[in-house]
């Protein structure tokens, strides 16, 4: 994470003023009033790198919106939290996975996202989640997985 910081302070001074004014943006959202499904640590991605590192797809989608945009493998759709649990699972059952990392995460108001690497089934896969909050929790609103 110490990276990230360094390489994002790094690109806003190249790219100029405007753009450092805009990183204040890019701050974590404050944590004392959000509360997440299950476990209620302070980072939200903290389970949800574990259920993917896991395969846990069932786990993973509690983290789901009722509807959400999922994008595995170039096939993308609109879904239903049990239907993207499916096609999670689906995608679990044909490229085991072996470690996921998130590598770099941001947010601002009520939305955060991170990409990660997920190495399953002997390949390496893009990971990107957002998510939005609404009620003080976190739900997943979008999530895609692409070979690298």
């Not at 990230?4 to 990183?23: D, E, H």
Request: aromatic letters at 10%; proline letters at 4%; one cysteine or more.
């Amino acid at each position: 994470m110490r990276k990230t910081s360094i390489l994002l302070f790094v690109l806003l001074l190249l790219s100029g003023p405007g753009a450092l004014a805009q990183s204040y943006l890019l701050q974590p959202v404050s944590k004392p009033s959000v509360t997440v499904p299950q476990e209620g640590g302070d980072d939200v991605f903290v389970p949800i790198s574990k259920y993917i590192a896991a395969g846990n797809s069932d786990a993973l989608s509690a983290w789901f919106a009722e509807n959400l945009e999922i994008a595995v493998l170039a096939q993308e759709s609109d879904a239903s939290r049990a239907q993207a649990r499916q096609i999670v699972k689906t995608f679990f059952d044909n490229y085991t996975p072996r470690s996921f990392d998130i590598t770099h995460t941001a947010g601002r108001a009520n939305m955060k996202y991170a990409l990660g690497t997920l190495k399953a089934g002997g390949e390496t896969f893009n990971v990107t989640i957002f998510l939005s909050c609404k009620d003080k929790r976190y739900r997943i609103q979008q999530l895609k997985i692409e070979r690298l």
